[in-house]
């Protein structure tokens, strides 16, 4: 099955929608800042994203470093390949935003 990785959780906002994309997994509680020491936050992350795969999703929600860290690590993971779900405020639903960072095969524009 699918996992949605909701980088940091936010008891004010409902992520209920991007269930439909998979089993959401939250990565950081409410609140947790990174600032002079990143080094447990990337270990935490990495660990978590581990088993990362085309079928997944990153929800960025929360910290824009933790947002950062985390993007890094599913595209290494992932050989820099993932899926972001991007919240569309107009039509009030999640899209998949497909990134290959690489862009093997793909056309340069």
Do not use: H
């Not at 209920?16 to 020491?37: K, V, W, Y």
């Not at 910290?63 to 991007?86: E, F, Q, R």
């Amino acid at each position: 099955m699918a996992k949605v990785y909701i980088v940091q959780e936010n008891p004010n906002v409902n992520v209920i929608g991007a269930g439909r994309f998979g089993e959401l997994i939250p990565m950081l509680p409410p609140g947790r800042q990174i600032t002079l020491s990143p080094a447990p936050v990337v270990r935490l992350l990495k660990n978590k994203l581990k088993d990362f795969s085309d079928d997944d999703f990153l929800l960025a929600m929360g910290d824009p470093v933790a947002i950062g860290i985390a993007s890094m690590a599913a595209a290494d993971i992932n050989n820099g390949k993932v899926n972001m779900l991007k919240w569309d405020r107009e039509n009030q639903c999640y899209y998949n935003v497909k990134i290959d960072l690489y862009q093997k095969g793909e056309s340069n524009e």
